[in-house]
């Protein structure tokens, strides 16, 4: 494993070097935050009101944290690097080096993205402080656990990312199947919390990986507890060992077509 380490603290080193790029990059980020906080305030007529749960200033750090994840992981890149090397073949080029190349890409993006989650989550912290004067009951402690569920959120986004890409064995394009897992995510986790559903579609939901790469962590940051940690913590594992089960399943089935046809 020491060689995926090197390739991620390598990947990490590069992005310390580029810190005002990723502040700059943040933009986006805070005017997604920016805009959500005004809705946020025009729907809640009493800040201390409760929607399925959720006061104001609740919703405002739920979605600041699911953003802080979905905008770290470049996945729309990913998407469309791992299919370039499929495309192009030179993935082929990868079948008799000594690494897999599925951890291959996920340690060289994870070190891409936990500098880039780090410095929106600090930033994301900054701004909704000081728009909203109020801070969810969490200590310090508890904020390095949350931190710890966002970058297993963030490998299992990479690997679903990476899965997505493969496809390209199989199409002309993964780009549509892109498209529709993003909105899924961005609109049913993202957004809004899973207690904002139908009960029948929040049995559904959790199964999903809105659960473990949206939801969970940041419903921790609003309202933590610790059997709360422990059954979102042992869903991610689950999820992460589903994931890349996936990416390797098609990568090796892949592989063998590669073989066959003379590839």
């Known amino acids: 494993m020491r060689k995926y380490f090197n390739i991620l603290k390598a990947e990490l080193m590069t992005n310390i070097q580029y810190t005002l790029n990723i502040i700059l990059g943040s933009i986006g980020f805070l005017l997604f935050v920016f805009t959500f906080y005004f809705i946020w305030q025009y729907i809640y007529s009493d800040p201390q009101q409760l929607i399925n749960g959720y006061s104001m200033s609740q919703m405002i750090w739920y979605l600041t944290i699911t953003e802080v994840i979905f905008t770290s992981i470049k996945s729309r890149a990913i998407v469309k690097e791992v299919s370039k090397d499929v495309k192009t073949g030179s993935i082929a080029y990868n079948i008799n ?5 599925v951890l291959y890409v996920l340690f060289k993006e994870l070190g891409k993205s936990i500098f880039t989650m780090l410095l929106y989550f600090i930033i994301g912290l900054a701004v909704v402080f000081a728009l909203i004067q109020s801070f969810p009951a969490i200590t310090f402690g508890e904020i390095l656990l949350v931190i710890f569920s966002c970058i297993l959120a963030q490998i299992i986004g990479i690997l679903l990312a990476t899965f997505i890409g493969l496809f390209s064995f199989y199409i002309e394009d993964s780009g549509p199947f892109y498209w529709m897992y993003s909105k899924f995510i961005i609109l049913l986790g993202v957004i809004f919390p899973i207690e904002f559903f139908p009960e029948a579609m929040q049995k559904v939901l959790v199964f999903t990986p809105i659960y473990v790469t949206s939801y969970g962590p940041a419903k921790l ?24 089960g996936l990416c390797m399943t098609v990568f090796s089935s892949s592989v063998k077509r590669l073989n066959i046809n003379g590839g």
């Open 97 to 101: 080096k000594p690494y897999s190349y």
């Open 221 to 244: 940051f609003v309202d933590f507890s610790m059997d709360n940690f422990i059954s979102i913590i042992i869903a991610q594992l689950i999820y992460v060992l589903f994931s890349y």
